[in-house]
Nanobody, 126 residues
Framework: QVQLVESGGGSVQTGESLRLSCAVS???????MGWFRQSPGQEREGIAT????????YYDDSVKGRFTISRDTPQNTVTLQMNSLKAEDTGTYYC????????????????????WGQGTQVTVSS
């Protein structure tokens, strides 16, 4: 069983940065770790994922070049560094873990992920 707890959310101005952390309990070193976002009135969307071992990452185009996902396996944490924040980045951010798909892929498809945190709120105002 894997448990995930997010932290680091808050309210910032456009252009500022935030760093989200996900504390992982349980054995997750062979799992894909992802960050998802649900903005007001919208469906949950995947924004970043990192492969087991941390050597490969994948981002949604909306955050590419601004957000960085990383994982520290010995410390059992996954972080999302968010720079140059925009108003449209506002939402609830969720950390998730799931098995790799056939072929070893970590995707941004939420149904791939079976463990979820409770979410942390990020508000970006202009």
């Amino acid at each position: 069983q894997v448990q995930l707890v997010e932290s680091g959310g808050g309210s910032v101005q456009t252009g500022e940065s935030l760093r989200l952390s996900c504390a992982v309990s349980g054995v997750a070193n062979r799992l894909c770790m992802g960050w998802f976002r649900q903005s007001p009135g919208q469906e949950r969307e995947g924004i970043a994922t990192i492969y087991p071992g941390g050597g490969r990452t994948y981002y949604d185009d909306s955050v590419k070049g601004r957000f960085t996902i990383s994982r520290d396996t010995p410390q059992n944490t996954v972080t999302l560094q968010m720079n140059s924040l925009k108003a449209e980045d506002t939402g609830t951010y969720y950390c998730a873990a799931g098995q790799q798909q056939s072929g070893g892929t970590c995707s941004l498809w939420d149904l791939q992920y079976i463990y979820w945190g409770q979410g942390t709120q990020v508000t970006v105002s202009s």
